[in-house]
């Protein structure tokens, strides 16, 4: 909207209407970096005001999370007992708030934004469909995984055919150092030209990363805040990345990454991210008074991977969000072990609750793992320029 209100002052400005003069300062809505900003503050206030409306109405609803018993769980069961009760679908104030602010602040029909937003939006359905399903049946099991997968990965390919399709059709493909590059083509900083290019079979592939990329993220969340503050990081880094893949100097001619103008636009929507998830943090940090649930992790993670994605540093979120990575191969990891020897690897998974159980704090562990998000964030935007 607020793109739409400049260009309606640019072109009022163009004819010499007396008061678009007088309303100079509407020239500042064409700057990216501000409308990011405002797009931030935006959904922190937003969620700082209505986040405590939001919990007193889950909680009147009565969809407070259910913890698995002793015997599913043994001595973690001691450890979190007392969050049984605790409200979650909080995701819904994550996503009310990032849509608002992309709505006022982004340039929604933008494909990139687009798809973004819609890939959110689907999985947050059907995390909500997960989260119902537990409270009404008052167990930790929502959806089958099945399901769950096969829903995530139709929602996946549909955004994959649409990526494909847009940036074939439509003129919007993308330049590494001068040279054309489609979508389907795999990159990495450290390589100034394309890795290969997989074709149709990167619809597959591009449905893996954010099938990937949600249940990393939803396995994350198991903490109060852990799964919130990782975001923060990983959504503050891909808007960095975005930026710069947008501009054709510093794409281009600086740090020879993937250039396509309209790729910057995703700014908006992840600082939105930013912003609504310092504002969720303030409800949902120990002891949480919120959690997101499936509604707001699968959601945020398909988001993320979808953002990536269009920022064609997909295997970069490898790197970028490696506490998701960490946790989602604790599990395969576990599994796998337990399957083939008999065995358990780590006391047990998602690796968080290892740690817990060896004897840190909660919060111990939540302020690590922020550290390690945040260290990882900051090495994936430096190997942006490491040649």
Not at 13 to 41: H, K, V
Request: net charge positive; with cysteine.
């Amino acid at each position: 909207m607020l793109y739409w209100i400049y260009e309606y002052w640019n072109s009022a400005n163009q004819a010499g209407a007396e008061w678009a003069y007088s309303l100079r300062i509407l020239n500042l809505f064409q700057y990216l970096t501000i409308r990011a900003g405002l797009a931030c503050l935006l959904t922190f206030v937003f969620s700082l005001i209505y986040g405590p409306w939001v919990i007193r109405k889950l909680v009147s609803l009565k969809v407070g999370q259910p913890i698995r018993s002793a015997e599913e769980v043994h001595k973690l069961n001691e450890l979190h007992g007392g969050k049984a009760g605790t409200p979650t679908m909080g995701g819904v104030m994550i996503l009310g708030a990032v849509l608002f602010a992309v709505l006022l602040c982004g340039r929604p029909l933008n494909p990139f934004v687009a798809v973004t937003s819609c890939v959110m939006l689907a999985l947050g359905l059907l995390g909500f469909v997960d989260d119902y399903t537990k409270v009404k049946l008052k167990s930790s099991d929502g959806v089958s995984g099945k399901t769950k997968l096969f829903w995530q990965f139709l929602i996946g390919c549909v955004a994959a055919v649409f990526l494909l399709l847009k940036t074939k059709e439509m003129g919007m493909g993308y330049v590494l150092v001068d040279q054309p590059m489609m979508i389907s083509e795999v990159t990495f900083p450290l390589f100034k030209e394309p890795l290969f290019d997989m074709g149709w079979f990167c619809v597959p592939f591009f449905a893996i990363v954010i099938v990937g990329c949600s249940n990393a993220v939803n396995l994350t969340d198991g903490l109060d805040g852990l799964a919130t503050g990782c975001t923060i990081t990983v959504a503050l880094s891909y808007a960095v990345i975005a930026y710069l893949t947008g501009h054709a100097y510093m794409a281009k001619e600086y740090l020879f990454i993937p250039f396509n103008t309209h790729v910057a636009e995703l700014a908006v929507f992840l600082m939105a991210l930013v912003g609504a998830g310092f504002g969720f943090l303030w409800h949902n940090c120990h002891p949480a008074k919120v959690f997101m649930g499936d509604t707001g992790s699968l959601a945020i993670g398909g988001a993320l991977a979808t953002a990536a994605i269009c920022a064609k540093q997909e295997l970069l979120l490898v790197i970028i969000g490696w506490v998701f990575v960490m946790e989602a191969m604790s599990v395969i990891l576990q599994v796998a072990s337990f399957k083939l020897t008999g065995k358990r690897i780590f006391a047990m998974s998602p690796i968080h609750h290892h740690f817990e159980l060896r004897g840190w704090h909660e919060s111990q562990v939540i302020i690590r793992f922020w550290i390690i998000s945040i260290f990882s964030g900051l090495m994936g935007i430096a190997l942006l320029k490491i040649v």
